[in-house]
């Protein structure tokens, strides 16, 4: 049975870099990519990124400039960085594993795009 | 703004049947597999349908998925007071090279 731990600051000011990381037990970390989901207090969930054993990375567009995703595969774990956070940034911060990948169609490509497992998520607020 | 549209709320009677759906473009729905969650008050996410209409190991029978052009449909049936929560959906978004969900639909159970 897979299990996602996190950890990390809660409590950041204006201008500080957020940095959270998630431990991966009980089940293959190679195999699969890795992700970070937001979600702010009231709101919906918003995908921050993902990442793979070998370091391949992708970033939502709207955050790229200012997020970093790595991981350490000696011990199972990947990592957030979010630079130059707002109160904007306040949310609950979620690592999840994916299912992912590609079809082949008639008329091109389908990707199939899931997280089925879920960390239970470090509340990340930023306040002066 | 959620690149995904569903309805803010639905509402049913215990027992009853209820769906939720969830609407696109050609860039995500429309030409993706679509996936499901819930989340519980307090809690994560949990994925519930994937890949329009696969139920994770666990999931019971009474949660379906669907999906037609660029829109998908989950659907519950038997209502019971412990399905009261937020559901999503997400997809792949291919022109935005992102992965994107709705602005979520919260259940309730009258």
């Known amino acids: 049975q897979v299990q996602l731990q996190q950890w990390g600051a809660g409590l950041l000011k204006p201008s500080e870099t957020l940095s959270l990381t998630c431990a991966v037990y009980?089940?293959?970390?190679?195999?699969?990519?890795w992700s970070w989901i937001r979600q702010p207090p009231g709101k919906g969930l918003e995908w921050i990124g993902e990442?793979?054993?070998?370091?391949?990375?992708n970033y939502n567009p709207s955050l790229k400039s200012r997020v970093t995703i790595s991981v350490d595969t000696s011990k199972n774990q990947f990592s957030l960085k979010l630079s130059s956070v707002t109160a904007a940034d306040t949310a609950v911060y979620y690592c999840?594993?994916?299912?992912?990948?590609?079809?082949?169609?008639?008329?091109?490509?389908?990707?199939?795009?899931?997280?089925?497992?879920w960390g239970k998520g470090t509340t990340v607020t930023v306040s002066s | 703004q959620s690149v995904l549209t569903q309805p803010p709320s639905v509402s049913a009677a215990p027992g009853q049947k209820v769906t939720i759906s969830c609407s696109g473009s050609?860039?995500?729905?429309?030409?993706?597999?679509v996936s499901w969650y819930q989340q519980l008050p307090g809690t994560a996410p949990k994925l519930l349908i994937y890949?329009?209409?696969k139920r994770p190991s666990g999931i019971p029978d009474r949660f379906s998925g669907s999906k037609s052009g660029t829109s998908a449909t989950l659907g519950i049936t038997g209502l019971q007071t412990g399905d009261e929560a937020d559901y999503y959906c997400?997809?792949?978004?291919?022109?935005?090279?992102?992965?994107?969900f709705g602005g979520g639909t919260q259940l309730t159970v009258l």
């Open positions: 997400g997809t792949w978004d291919s022109s935005l090279s992102a992965a994107v």
């Open positions: 050609s860039s995500n729905i429309g030409n993706n597999y």
């Open positions: 009980g089940g293959s970390f190679s195999g699969y990519y």
């Open positions: 999840a594993r994916l299912g992912r990948g590609v079809v082949p169609a008639a008329k091109g490509i389908y990707y199939y795009y899931y997280m089925d497992v």
């Open positions: 890949d329009n209409n």
């Open positions: 990442i793979n054993h070998s370091g391949s990375t």
